[in-house]
Nanobody, 121 residues
Framework: QVQLVESGGGLVQPGGSLRLSCAIS????????MAWYRQAPGKERNLVAL???????DYVDSVKGRFTMSTDNAANTMHLHMTSLKPEDTAVYYC???????????????WGQGTQVTVSS
């Protein structure tokens, strides 16, 4: 069974940095897209960054130049390195993966449980 498990959230001061990680476990045939989303209190869940299996990372404008997404394809892991953090970056961050699992052989988007990032002095 496929699972996504995030780690690395926490409390950080404005201007600080955090590194989120997401480990994908289970038997997988292929991964098409990995992505990070975030959801602030009372707001919708929004895309932050994504990587397809054919390209480089794309970012929303609000995090360009501050956040860097990377993947370790051999380990089925993705990371989000966040720098120059601002209070408006406060949210629950979710990783997701559009993938083909070997048990169902049906392409599906899986989600992690979310990790809280709080930027405050």
């Amino acid at each position: 069974q496929v699972q996504l498990v995030e780690s690395g959230g926490g409390l950080v001061q404005p201007g600080g940095s955090l590194r989120l990680s997401c480990a994908i476990s289970g038997s997988i045939i292929d991964i098409y897209t990995m992505a990070w989303y975030r959801q602030a209190p009372g707001k919708e869940r929004n895309l932050v960054a994504l990587i397809t299996n054919r390209g480089n990372p794309d970012y929303v404008d609000s995090v360009k130049g501050r956040f860097t997404m990377s993947t370790d394809n051999a380990a089925n892991t993705m990371h989000l390195h966040m720098t120059s953090l601002k209070p408006e970056d406060t949210a629950v961050y979710y990783c997701s993966a559009d993938l083909l699992p070997s048990n169902t052989r049906r392409r599906f988007i899986y989600w992690g449980q979310g990790t809280q990032v709080t930027v405050s002095s």
